[in-house]
C-alpha cells in the first residue's frame, strides 16, 4: 500500500570544500550515498538539495559534486575527521551484532562509540556499517561535569506496528523532544519492538506495562537492540491536490512528525516538493532509499517451463525487449465471510495453465522516436501495466519457489479502450488451453475476450475495471463496483444493529437516490432553505441506547465543520460514529481537524487494506530489493490478482468451483467472488477501515 538496496558502507570521509562561506559548500558525492543521507549529514532536507542541484532529481553518482545550502557543512567535516587517529580501530558491523555487544567486546562506552560515530545517533546501528572503534579510556569532552541527580521512575514502552511518536508521547503525557532527548536512536526513526525509555510512570490504561526504578546510572548501561528492526526512509515527490491529510495517512505518521522530517512543510504542502517518508518497517537487514532509483524491467523471454513442454512466447515482437531505465512514478455483502489460506489447502493436480495479456503496446513504441524516459513521464497507462507486470512477476516468482505445477505465458494484448489483438492470439491457438486468462485490461476487451473464449469454458478475470460487466458466463471481475462497495458499509451498519442518519448535500443528487433507492430506514437529516444543516433536527434523529452512524456525503467545508462539531456535542448523551461511502478530498484540508475525525472514529469502505501481517511485510520487502522502489497499488493488484488465480488452480477443482467456495485475501486485497443473478461474477470483497482512538487505521469487525 508504494524497494531498495541494501547499504553496504554508509560513512567513510567527506570531503567538502567551500564553495560559499556564507551560502553553500560543495560535497563530493561518496559510493553508495543518496540525497536523504547528504542531507542528514548537513542537517538540511532533500528539498533544500534539489533546490540548488535539479539535476539531482533523476539520480546521484559518485565523485559528482553537489551544492549544500549550508555553512555547517564544514563543522561536519572536521567532526568527522576527528574521530580517526591512529591508535583508534575500525570494525564492521555483522548481522545480530548490538551496540552493548560492541561496547563489550573493545571495552569502550557508549557515549565514547557514539562521539566517534556520530552517525549512530541519527541511524541506528546497521549491518555493513564501518564504526570507528576509539582508544580505551577516550570520552568525548563536556564543558559541564554530570548532573548527580537522584533517583528517577522512568518506564519501558516497546514501539508496536503504526505507533508514532505524537501518539506515545501523548500517551504517557509527555513530550516529543523528552522521547527524542532519552532514546537518541528514534531521532529519525520510531523502529517497531524497540524499547523506549520514558520518565514517569505507566499510564493507568496500560496495565501490562513494566514500571521500573532505578537511576539515570543504571538506565544507560541497559543494552540497547537496534538492529531488531529500522525504519527506512524514502524521497516522495509531492502529486497535484496532496494535502497533509492525504500524506500522513499514506505514510502512516502524524503532521507534526512530517513537518519535523521536512521542515521546508512549515510553509505548506506544494506541489513537487520532494519530502522524506518513511518506506516502512522491514525486519533485520535495512534497506537504505536511494534517490531516484534506476528500475530495469525487462520483457524479452518466456517463464521457463520444463524441458519435455515447449515454451510459449510471452510477448510478440519485443525487439529486444522493454528496458525501464527511467521510472517516475447490487449484491448483499456477508459481513464476516470465511477466509482460506489457499498455501495451506493446495490439492494434488495436474500442470495449470495461466496467461496474462497485458497492454505493452511494444510495436507501437518500437515505431514511436519518443525516448523511453520521455514515454514514462507522459504515458500513464504504460507506468500503469509496467506497475502491474511487476507485481505479477513478483506472484509468478512466489510459485516458483512454492513449486505449483504451473506454466505462465504472457502476451501483449496491444490494446486501445475498444481494440486489442486477442482475436489473433486465439487464431494461433494460444489462449484456448487455458485454466485462466487474466486480462484484458479495458473491460470492453475483457468482455470480448470473455465472449471468444466462452465455448472453451477459460475464466477470463478482468483485472482492473470498476465498470459493471455485461452478463458472460466465464469474466470474472475481480474489483468491486461502486455499488458493491457502498452495499458494504450499509450492510456492516445493519449488522450492527446501527440507528443510521445521513447528512448530504443537495447537490449529491445521485448519492440521495442510490440512498432512498437502495437502502431502505434511512432517515435523512433536514438542511436550511439555504442548504446548511439543521443541527437541531440532527441531534433529535440520534438515538441514546443505539449506535448511531451518520453517514455525510458533501464537499461543503462549511457543512463538514457544521456536521463535526454536532455530533462531537451529540457525543456526550449517545454513540456517534461518521461515515463516508467514498474518498472525501474536503476531509483532506487543513482546515478540517483530523484528531475530530479520529474522535468520531471515521469509517468507510474499501477495496484494499492495510495490513502489519507477516506476509504483507515480507511482500513489501521482497518487492522493494526486487524494483528498487515501493510497490504502488498497481504494482500489488498485479500480485494479488495473479497469485490468488495460481492458488485457486492448485486446489484440486476447478477455478469456478473454488469461487462457489472460497473467499481469500492477499496482500491488500479480499477476492470475495459471487455469481451475478443476470450471469457472469464479480467480487464482493471490500473492507470496512475506521481510525481508531490511538490514530490507527483498523478492519472493523
Same mark, same amino acid.
Given at each position: 500500500?508504494?524497494?531498495?538496496?541494501?547499504?553496504?558502507s554508509l560513512i567513510f570521509f567527506i570531503t567538502c570544500s567551500a564553495f560559499s562561506q556564507e551560502k553553500v559548500v560543495k560535497y563530493k558525492v561518496l559510493s553508495g550515498e543518496t540525497v536523504n543521507q547528504i542531507a542528514e549529514k548537513f542537517k538540511v532536507t532533500p528539498y533544500d538539495i534539489y533546490s540548488l542541484n535539479p539535476d539531482a532529481r533523476a539520480g546521484i553518482s559518485p565523485n559528482s559534486v553537489?551544492?549544500?545550502?549550508?555553512?555547517?557543512? !564544514?563543522?561536519?567535516? !572536521?567532526?568527522?575527521?576527528?574521530?580517526?587517529?591512529?591508535?583508534? /580501530?575500525?570494525?564492521?558491523?555483522?548481522?545480530?551484532?548490538?551496540?552493548?555487544?560492541? *561496547?563489550?567486546?573493545?571495552?569502550?562506552?557508549?557515549?565514547?562509540?557514539?562521539?566517534?560515530?556520530?552517525?549512530?545517533?541519527?541511524?541506528?546501528?546497521?549491518?555493513?556499517?564501518?564504526?570507528?572503534?576509539?582508544?580505551?579510556?577516550?570520552?568525548?569532552?563536556?564543558?559541564?561535569?554530570?548532573?548527580?541527580?537522584?533517583?528517577?521512575?522512568?518506564?519501558?514502552? &516497546?514501539?508496536?506496528?503504526?505507533?508514532?511518536?505524537?501518539?506515545?508521547?501523548?500517551?504517557?503525557?509527555?513530550?516529543?523532544?523528552?522521547? *527524542?532527548?532519552?532514546?537518541?536512536?528514534?531521532?529519525?526513526?520510531?523502529?517497531?519492538?524497540?524499547?523506549?525509555?520514558?520518565?514517569?510512570?505507566?499510564?493507568?490504561?496500560?496495565? =501490562?506495562?513494566?514500571?521500573?526504578?532505578?537511576?539515570?546510572?543504571?538506565?544507560?548501561?541497559?543494552?540497547?537492540?537496534?538492529?531488531?528492526?529500522?525504519?527506512?526512509?524514502?524521497?516522495?515527490?509531492? /502529486?497535484?491536490?496532496?494535502?497533509?491529510?492525504?500524506?500522513?495517512?499514506?505514510?502512516?505518521?502524524?503532521?507534526? *512528525?512530517?513537518?519535523?522530517?521536512?521542515?521546508?512543510?512549515?510553509?505548506?504542502?506544494?506541489?513537487?516538493?520532494?519530502?522524506?517518508?518513511?518506506?516502512?518497517?522491514?525486519?533485520?537487514?535495512?534497506?537504505?532509499?536511494?534517490?531516484?532509483?534506476?528500475?530495469?524491467?525487462?520483457?524479452? !523471454?518466456?517463464?521457463?517451463?520444463?524441458?519435455?513442454?515447449?515454451?510459449?512466447?510471452?510477448?510478440?515482437?519485443?525487439?529486444?525487449?522493454?528496458?525501464?531505465?527511467?521510472?517516475?512514478?447490487?449484491?448483499?455483502?456477508?459481513?464476516?465471510?470465511?477466509?482460506?489460506?489457499?498455501?495451506?489447502?493446495?490439492?494434488?493436480?495436474?500442470?495449470?495453465?495461466?496467461?496474462?495479456?497485458?497492454?505493452?503496446?511494444?510495436?507501437?513504441?518500437?515505431?514511436?522516436?519518443?525516448?523511453?524516459?520521455?514515454?514514462?513521464?507522459? &504515458?500513464?497507462?504504460?507506468?500503469?501495466?509496467?506497475?502491474?507486470?511487476?507485481?505479477?512477476?513478483?506472484?509468478?516468482?512466489?510459485? /516458483?519457489?512454492?513449486?505449483?505445477?504451473?506454466?505462465?505465458?504472457?502476451?501483449?494484448?496491444?490494446?486501445?479502450?475498444?481494440?486489442?489483438?486477442?482475436?489473433?492470439?486465439?487464431?494461433?491457438?494460444?489462449?484456448?488451453?487455458?485454466?485462466?486468462?487474466?486480462?484484458?485490461?479495458?473491460?470492453?476487451?475483457?468482455?470480448?475476450?470473455?465472449?471468444?473464449?466462452?465455448?472453451?469454458?477459460?475464466?477470463?478475470?478482468?483485472?482492473?475495471?470498476?465498470?459493471?460487466?455485461?452478463?458472460?458466463?466465464?469474466?470474472?471481475?475481480?474489483?468491486?463496483?461502486?455499488?458493491?462497495?457502498?452495499?458494504?458499509?450499509?450492510?456492516?451498519?445493519?449488522?450492527?444493529?446501527?440507528?443510521?442518519?445521513?447528512?448530504?448535500?443537495?447537490?449529491?443528487?445521485?448519492?440521495?437516490?442510490?440512498?432512498?433507492?437502495?437502502?431502505?430506514?434511512?432517515?435523512?437529516?433536514?438542511?436550511?432553505?439555504?442548504?446548511?444543516?439543521?443541527?437541531?433536527?440532527?441531534?433529535?434523529?440520534?438515538?441514546?441506547?443505539?449506535?448511531?452512524?451518520?453517514?455525510?456525503?458533501?464537499?461543503?467545508?462549511?457543512?463538514?465543520?457544521?456536521?463535526?462539531?454536532?455530533?462531537?456535542?451529540?457525543?456526550?448523551?449517545?454513540?456517534?460514529?461518521?461515515?463516508?461511502?467514498?474518498?472525501?478530498?474536503?476531509?483532506?484540508?487543513?482546515?478540517?481537524?483530523?484528531?475530530?475525525?479520529?474522535?468520531?472514529?471515521?469509517?468507510?469502505? =474499501?477495496?484494499?487494506?492495510?495490513?502489519?501481517?507477516?506476509?504483507?511485510?515480507?511482500?513489501?520487502?521482497?518487492?522493494?530489493?526486487?524494483?528498487?522502489?515501493?510497490?504502488?497499488?498497481?504494482?500489488?493488484?498485479?500480485?494479488?490478482?495473479?497469485?490468488?488465480?495460481?492458488?485457486?488452480?492448485?486446489?484440486?477443482?476447478?477455478?469456478?468451483?473454488?469461487?462457489?467456495?472460497?473467499?481469500?485475501?492477499?496482500?491488500?486485497? /479480499?477476492?470475495?467472488?459471487?455469481?451475478?443473478?443476470?450471469?457472469?461474477?464479480?467480487?464482493?470483497?471490500?473492507?470496512?477501515?475506521?481510525?481508531?482512538?490511538?490514530?490507527?487505521?483498523?478492519?472493523?469487525?
Amino acid at each position: 500500500m508504494k524497494y531498495y538496496l541494501a547499504l553496504l558502507s554508509l560513512i567513510f570521509f567527506i570531503t567538502c570544500s567551500a564553495f560559499s562561506q556564507e551560502k553553500v559548500v560543495k560535497y563530493k558525492v561518496l559510493s553508495g550515498e543518496t540525497v536523504n543521507q547528504i542531507a542528514e549529514k548537513f542537517k538540511v532536507t532533500p528539498y533544500d538539495i534539489y533546490s540548488l542541484n535539479p539535476d539531482a532529481r533523476a539520480g546521484i553518482s559518485p565523485n559528482s559534486v553537489l551544492l549544500i545550502p549550508t555553512v555547517a557543512g !564544514k563543522s561536519v567535516a !572536521k567532526a568527522d575527521k576527528s574521530n580517526v587517529s591512529g591508535k583508534e /580501530k575500525t570494525h564492521e558491523v555483522q548481522p545480530k551484532e548490538t551496540l552493548f555487544g560492541i *561496547e563489550k567486546k573493545y571495552g569502550v562506552s557508549d557515549e565514547a562509540l557514539k562521539a566517534a560515530n556520530p552517525f549512530l545517533v541519527a541511524n541506528g546501528l546497521q549491518i555493513g556499517q564501518t564504526l570507528v572503534i576509539p582508544s580505551k579510556g577516550s570520552m568525548p569532552k563536556t564543558d559541564k561535569p554530570a548532573k548527580t541527580s537522584g533517583p528517577e521512575k522512568y518506564v519501558y514502552h &516497546d514501539v508496536v506496528a503504526k505507533e508514532t511518536k505524537y501518539s506515545i508521547a501523548k500517551q504517557y503525557k509527555t513530550t516529543i523532544e523528552d522521547l *527524542e532527548k532519552r532514546n537518541p536512536e528514534i531521532v529519525t526513526s520510531l523502529p517497531v519492538g524497540y524499547r523506549l525509555t520514558i520518565k514517569g510512570t505507566a499510564p493507568k490504561t496500560e496495565t =501490562s506495562t513494566q514500571v521500573v526504578e532505578n537511576t539515570v546510572k543504571a538506565e544507560s548501561k541497559k543494552p540497547v537492540e537496534t538492529t531488531k528492526k529500522v525504519t527506512t526512509y524514502m524521497d516522495y515527490q509531492v /502529486k497535484p491536490k496532496e494535502t497533509f491529510y492525504s500524506l500522513t495517512h499514506t505514510f502512516h505518521v502524524t503532521q507534526e *512528525e512530517l513537518t519535523e522530517l521536512n521542515p521546508s512543510l512549515s510553509e505548506g504542502v506544494k506541489e513537487g516538493m520532494v519530502l522524506k517518508v518513511p518506506s516502512g518497517y522491514v525486519a533485520a537487514v535495512p534497506i537504505v532509499a536511494q534517490q531516484q532509483p534506476v528500475v530495469e524491467k525487462t520483457i524479452e !523471454k518466456p517463464i521457463e517451463k520444463p524441458a519435455d513442454k515447449p515454451a510459449d512466447k510471452p510477448v510478440e515482437n519485443t525487439g529486444g525487449g522493454i528496458r525501464i531505465l527511467e521510472k517516475v512514478k447490487s449484491e448483499e455483502v456477508s459481513v464476516n465471510p470465511e477466509v482460506v489460506e489457499l498455501t495451506k489447502k493446495r490439492g494434488q493436480t495436474e500442470r495449470k495453465k495461466v496467461v496474462l495479456l497485458l497492454p505493452f503496446n511494444i510495436a507501437k513504441m518500437q515505431n514511436d522516436t519518443t525516448s523511453t524516459a520521455t514515454r514514462l513521464k507522459k &504515458d500513464k497507462f504504460l507506468n500503469m501495466t509496467l506497475d502491474f507486470y511487476s507485481g505479477a512477476m513478483m506472484a509468478i516468482d512466489s510459485a /516458483k519457489v512454492l513449486k505449483l505445477p504451473i506454466d505462465v505465458a504472457i502476451y501483449d494484448s496491444q490494446e486501445t479502450k475498444n481494440t486489442s489483438n486477442v482475436s489473433s492470439l486465439i487464431a494461433q491457438n494460444k489462449l484456448q488451453t487455458a485454466n485462466a486468462v487474466i486480462g484484458p485490461f479495458y473491460q470492453s476487451n475483457a468482455e470480448a475476450a470473455a465472449n471468444s473464449l466462452r465455448l472453451y469454458n477459460v475464466p477470463v478475470i478482468s483485472p482492473l475495471s470498476k465498470d459493471t460487466a455485461n452478463p458472460i458466463d466465464n469474466l470474472y471481475q475481480s474489483i468491486p463496483t461502486n455499488d458493491v462497495v457502498r452495499n458494504a458499509i450499509f450492510d456492516y451498519m445493519r449488522a450492527k444493529n446501527g440507528n443510521i442518519v445521513a447528512v448530504v448535500d443537495k447537490k449529491k443528487e445521485s448519492v440521495i437516490n442510490y440512498i432512498k433507492q437502495n437502502q431502505k430506514g434511512v432517515v435523512f437529516a433536514a438542511l436550511s432553505e439555504t442548504g446548511g444543516l439543521d443541527v437541531a433536527n440532527l441531534k433529535s434523529l440520534l438515538l441514546p441506547n443505539r449506535q448511531n452512524y451518520v453517514v455525510m456525503e458533501t464537499a461543503n467545508t462549511a457543512m463538514i465543520k457544521t456536521t463535526i462539531k454536532a455530533l462531537i456535542d451529540a457525543q456526550k448523551s449517545c454513540q456517534v460514529q461518521l461515515v463516508i461511502l467514498e474518498p472525501n478530498s474536503t476531509l483532506d484540508t487543513d482546515e478540517i481537524s483530523f484528531d475530530n475525525l479520529v474522535k468520531l472514529n471515521l469509517m468507510y469502505p =474499501s477495496v484494499t487494506r492495510e495490513s502489519d501481517e507477516q506476509p504483507v511485510l515480507i511482500f513489501e520487502k521482497e518487492y522493494r530489493l526486487k524494483n528498487k522502489v515501493n510497490p504502488n497499488s498497481y504494482a500489488t493488484r498485479g500480485f494479488d490478482v495473479t497469485f490468488d488465480t495460481m492458488m485457486r488452480l492448485v486446489q484440486g477443482k476447478t477455478y469456478q468451483e473454488t469461487t462457489d467456495l472460497m473467499t481469500t485475501e492477499q496482500v491488500d486485497n /479480499k477476492f470475495q467472488y459471487y455469481k451475478k443473478d443476470d450471469g457472469g461474477h464479480a467480487n464482493k470483497g471490500v473492507y470496512i477501515l475506521y481510525y481508531d482512538s490511538d490514530l490507527t487505521l483498523k478492519v472493523a469487525n
